[in-house]
């Protein structure tokens, strides 16, 4: 458990302005949002059958909650990690054509997190994805969705800043790109946590591209990532450097998504071919899955960030341990 208690901490606004703050921030960045992106509002589900392999993976280590059913004894269901693989199929199923695409809320239980003031065990995010053709799979494709990403937040902002002026955290005006390797090279001495703090500090909003794969000097990814839904040299993490604690926060993660050939590739990379064996990778395997470009874009995080907050706690219901609680309580944080 780590956390950060920001010296002299006072919130601007009380428990039940906060409610009323995070429901104007997610009624108004998902309205941005769609209208910028051009997505359709679908539903999505809590839990997948773990036979299905539509599940995330994450980094392959984490624990899904599971459980089964009476009506379906044989089958083991899991809650959603996210929605990564589910959206792909949906775009297909539900026959959304070219550029057009869908926005969810995703709700999700992640047993094996480190707790701190940016994560908790639930997690709640609207997860989105758009159909693409395979010639728009490159850099530009993904830069200019980001920018567009960028600019939903931002109208958010000037929105909750007119509502509620005293309590808005002011965001950078202009999003930068670099990737993993980039970070590696300025600065090979420091983890890629370290990195990722020095250049979110040095650029206030930027997005880290291509993590998933081995990086030249250490030999080891930037991160994890799952080898079969993002594609690793197509994908990144918008990052934005967060003030009231010193530190980076990671707002969203997204990328374009893996075709034939880099799922067969990244599988073999992550010693996962066996994966290639299930419903959704055969599918995909295949051709029979549109192209797209998809993430997730935290709701708790957003709101925490545009207000202020010291704690995710502060603006989503979950459980903490005694420690945290007292010490937080002891700091005027108020966790709900």
């Known amino acids: 458990m780590t956390l950060i208690l920001p010296k002299d901490y006072r919130p601007t606004l009380t428990i039940r302005d ?30 997948v059958e773990k036979a299905s392999g539509l599940n995330d993976n994450l980094n392959g280590v984490e624990r899904p909650v599971a459980f089964d059913m009476k009506a379906m004894p044989d089958n083991t269901i899991e809650v959603v990690h996210s929605l990564a693989k589910w959206k792909r199929l949906a775009l297909k199923k539900y026959g959304f054509g070219m ?19 940016f994560h908790s065990i639930y997690v709640d995010q609207w997860d989105w994805e758009k159909v693409i053709a395979k010639e728009e799979r490159n850099t530009d494709t993904l830069e200019v969705t980001v920018m567009k990403i960028f600019k939903a937040i931002k ?13 808005t955290y002011r965001l950078a005006d202009h999003v930068s790109f670099i990737t993993t390797q980039e970070l590696e090279d300025r600065w ?7 990195r990722e703090n020095k250049i979110a500090k040095e650029e206030k909003a930027v997005f880290i591209m291509k993590i998933g794969d081995k990086l030249k ?8 990532r ?4 993002d594609d690793w040299q197509l994908n990144g993490d918008l990052v934005f450097w967060y003030d009231p604690l010193k530190q980076k926060i990671e707002l969203s993660s997204m990328g374009i998504r893996v075709s034939e050939e ?27 899955l549109p192209y797209t470009i ?17 704690h995710i706690g502060e603006v989503q219901a979950s459980i903490w341990p005694k420690e945290m609680v007292e010490k937080c309580t002891a700091d005027h944080i108020a966790l709900l």
């Open 18 to 47: 906060t409610e009323a703050a995070i429901v104007f921030i997610r009624e108004t960045f998902q309205d941005e949002l769609a209208s910028i992106m051009g997505l359709q509002r679908m539903s999505a589900p809590m839990f």
């Open 99 to 117: 550029h057009e695409g869908l926005y969810t809320n995703m709700n999700a239980i992640r047993r094996d997190e480190d707790l701190d003031n």
């Open 155 to 167: 109208a958010t902002e000037k929105l909750v800043a007119a509502r509620f002026p005293g309590s």
């Open 188 to 194: 090979p001495e420091l983890t890629p946590e370290e």
């Open 217 to 224: 000097r250490s030999g080891k990814p930037h991160d994890g």
């Open 226 to 229: 799952a080898p079969d839904y």
């Open 262 to 288: 880099s799922l067969r590739e990244q599988l073999k990379k992550a010693h996962c071919e066996d994966r290639a064996k299930l419903p959704f990778h055969q599918m995909l395997l295949k051709g029979e």
């Open 294 to 310: 998809g993430g997730g874009i935290g709701q708790s995080r957003l709101c925490m960030m545009l207000l202020a907050k010291a």
